[in-house]
């Protein structure tokens, strides 16, 4: 699943279709077609893992859920795949195996612009009152909630925990306030670091912990486990990533 720096990245992307009309809609999601042919685009927003293409008079909203990709210019993938293709007067885009839907919902009021860990706004201070707010939650669990951390998903989850020795088990009432603070920096800390890496396509050579076998800091194996009730895989040492309790 692309997480919320891949969603920075596509808007970068898509930049130069600002402003620009769409001559020509196809695809096989089912939405009202005639709200986008012949339509301007206003803007691109991105929200964690969501994108935004704003028209005149609603919003498409694409999800790209666990094996959503896109494509520019030609179309790469069958046309069972393809949910939204968008043709300009130069150049096209394509939305595979993605959620779309049009919203007519103001976006400035329905999201919580401030959760989002990549945006100019995010507010550390609102994510600590979120955790404070559910003491029982695994650690592992509160950084994949999107309503908390926008744009973290499981490769972000599992090199944050290692990055500060914490264990995904950990429940957020337990974790000392040191490393809660720490917890919240390194999530946006990370997702930039995500960010810069993709676009030099070195992301995965950075990986501590998602995926590997050995820990790094204590040379013995880690652990991969199915953890908390989003039952993600879960990447981390049993002997440097501390479970307070
Ligand atoms: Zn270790």
């Keep these: 699943m692309p997480e919320g720096p891949s969603i920075v990245i596509l808007k970068e992307v898509l930049e130069p ?15 009202d077609y005639t709200l986008i042919a012949g339509k301007k685009i206003e803007d ?17 909203r694409i ?4 094996f959503g990709t896109y494509s520019l210019d030609k179309q790469t993938k069958p046309n069972k795949s393809l949910r939204l293709a ?11 195996t993605c959620s779309v839907r049009l919203i007519t919902e103001e976006l400035e009021k329905t ?14 201070v609102k994510a600590r009152k979120k955790l404070k707010a559910m003491p029982n ?25 290692y990055r500060i020795k914490l264990h995904p ?26 960010l810069k890496w993709k676009k030099a396509s070195v992301l995965k050579k950075h990986w501590l912990a998602h995926t590997k076998k050995t820990c790094q800091r204590c040379a013995i194996p880690l652990i991969k486990r199915h953890c908390g009730k ?7 040492c049993p002997n440097c990533q501390v479970k307070y309790i």
């Design 111 to 124: 999201y919580d612009w401030e959760a989002d860990v990549l945006s100019d706004r995010w507010n550390p």
């Design 17 to 31: 279709f600002k402003g620009k009309k769409i001559l020509r809609v196809t695809g096989n999601a089912k939405i």
């Design 230 to 236: 989003t039952n993600r895989r879960s990447f981390f």
């Design 169 to 194: 088990e950990t429940r957020v009432k337990n974790i000392p306030s040191r490393i809660l603070t720490r917890l919240i920096k390194e999530a946006r800390q990370y997702s930039f670091d995500f």
């Design 86 to 96: 968008l043709y300009f007067a130069r150049g096209s885009v394509f939305f595979y």
């Design 44 to 60: 691109f927003r991105s929200w964690g893992k969501q994108f935004f293409i704003e028209l005149p008079h609603a919003t498409l």
């Design 63 to 66: 999800h790209f859920l666990l």
């Design 137 to 161: 939650t695994m650690v592992c669990d509160a950084l994949l909630d999107q309503k908390i951390f926008s744009g973290v998903g499981n490769i972000i989850k599992n090199e944050v925990l």
